[in-house]
């Protein structure tokens, strides 16, 4: 019975996942949109920290970690973002619930595997600003609009080199589309006519992830772990359509859209830079954990763009720390000495430049591991505090308050029981 319920969350969080807004950021205006995280609800509470491998959480962000599994283990997780934009002169906001990731890792003796879904970039954009055109002398109005994304699913194995040191591999299959609207119209109400280019591109493309993970024990029980991963470079191919019409607007302001044409426009390919990452961290099993780790990607294509003004790349990078606290994890006196306590720290440089300035990103988060009765299940509970961007040099600041709720099934589903 339990085993049919999480069948069923399975394929509802899955067609959500295929059919929501994920973001609400300008930022997401810039190539394929924003980067969704690949980490659990857990790794968000510690920072986005990754290093930490046990027998029964899927770890997402290393495909090494699957052969560390004792037990069949199902994640899904979720999030709602409220969000503060600010320029020198406005402030907007914007709230936001998505689902982020679904997830299945499966223990094969020293072997493991794991597959799931998870978006991957979400846009979700509109930014209107009024200019002058200096040929006519006309006041008109720009609205730039955007919608869409991308999801990832994945497939991953993993083998155990020996007790202590592990390889494995994702292979991961990126598709979604995304449609942009750019409307200019004359803010003369006795003119109201404008004009629409509105651009769907749909994508596809595979990409991989490799990882190792070693772990051992010290003294004084104490285990020290160590994990690396390399995606290298990869490409997306973008199936392009456009189209222009005329755009009229009633006294009201009611927008009507007339017949467009299209125009023949060339398929392109959009272009993945490679992202190295390595972490460790230092322990005590079911007792603490305290782990750091540095991310590097590489610099965008600037040329996969297109032509846009005042933006450029540099190369990104993230440094994250974390950690968590049991009291005691096996006290049926005292629940709260079960629940796992975890905080974290993050500071990344996004590798966006905008009028020559850099788009960083930090924050700082906690959460909560709950468990479930006296299974090996949790529910996990985080909050997220951060700021991307800055006012300085015509920016925008987003000031951000993330809550994310997960869940964490685990059980023995494919071992034959003995006795009917």
């Known amino acids: 019975m339990i085993k049919k319920i999480i069948l069923g969350i399975s ?52 495909p090494a970690s699957y052969s560390f599994l004792k037990y069949t283990s199902l994640t899904v997780g979720g999030s709602n973002t409220k969000t503060t934009f600010k320029t020198d002169s406005q402030k907007e906001t ?33 930014v209107a600003n009024t200019i002058v055109d200096p040929e006519d002398g006309l006041p008109k109005s720009k609205i730039f609009k955007g919608e869409g994304g991308l999801n990832k699913v994945f497939l991953g194995g993993a083998y155990k080199i020996n007790p202590k040191l592990s390889i494995g591999m994702d292979i991961n299959y990126s598709f979604g589309g995304i449609e942009t609207n750019s409307i200019v119209f004359v803010t003369d109400p006795a003119i109201a006519l404008g004009s629409r280019t509105k651009n ?66 060339a398929d392109s390919e959009f272009k993945l830079p490679s992202k190295l990452s390595f972490g460790t961290a230092f322990g005590k099993s079911k007792k603490w954990f305290v782990g750091t780790e540095l991310t590097f990607q590489g610099k965008n294509d600037a040329a996969s763009q297109g032509n846009i003004p005042n933006l450029g790349y540099e190369g990104a990078a993230r440094f994250a720390v974390g950690g968590f606290y ?95």
Do not use: C
């Open 326 to 420: 049991i009291p005691k994890y096996n006290s049926f006196r005292n629940y709260f000495d079960r629940i796992v306590y975890r905080a974290g720290f993050r500071h990344e440089n996004t590798g966006l430049v905008v009028n020559n300035q850099s788009v960083r990103d930090t924050s700082m988060s906690f959460g909560f591991g709950f468990p479930v009765g006296t299974s090996i299940s949790n529910i996990n509970l985080g909050f997220e505090y951060g700021k991307r961007g800055t006012t300085s040099n015509g920016l925008i600041q987003e000031n951000y308050f993330n809550i994310h709720i997960g869940l964490s099934f685990s059980d023995r589903w494919f071992v034959k029981p003995k006795y009917d």
């Open 200 to 265: 769907e591109s749909t994508y596809s493309g595979f990409s991989a992830t490799m990882g190792l993970y070693y772990h051992t024990k010290l003294k004084n029980n104490l285990e020290w772990s160590s994990s690396f991963t390399f995606s290298p470079k990869s490409n997306l191919k973008s199936d392009n359509t456009r189209n222009v019409s005329t755009v009229t607007y009633s006294v009201t302001g009611t927008e009507f859209i007339g017949e467009g044409t299209d125009i023949e426009i």
């Open 94 to 126: 914007a709230d936001r619930t998505s689902l982020g990731y679904l997830a299945v890792g499966i223990p094969l003796g020293r072997a493991g595997v794991g597959f799931g879904l998870m978006p991957y970039t979400a846009v979700g954009y509109k």
């Open 11 to 62: 394929l509802l969080f899955s067609t959500v996942i295929l059919a929501q807004e994920g973001t609400a950021s300008p930022y997401s205006f810039y190539g394929i949109g924003d980067l969704k995280f690949k980490g659990t609800n857990e790794n968000r509470a510690m920072g986005t920290v990754g290093v930490f491998v046990d027998s029964i959480h899927v770890n997402l962000q290393n």
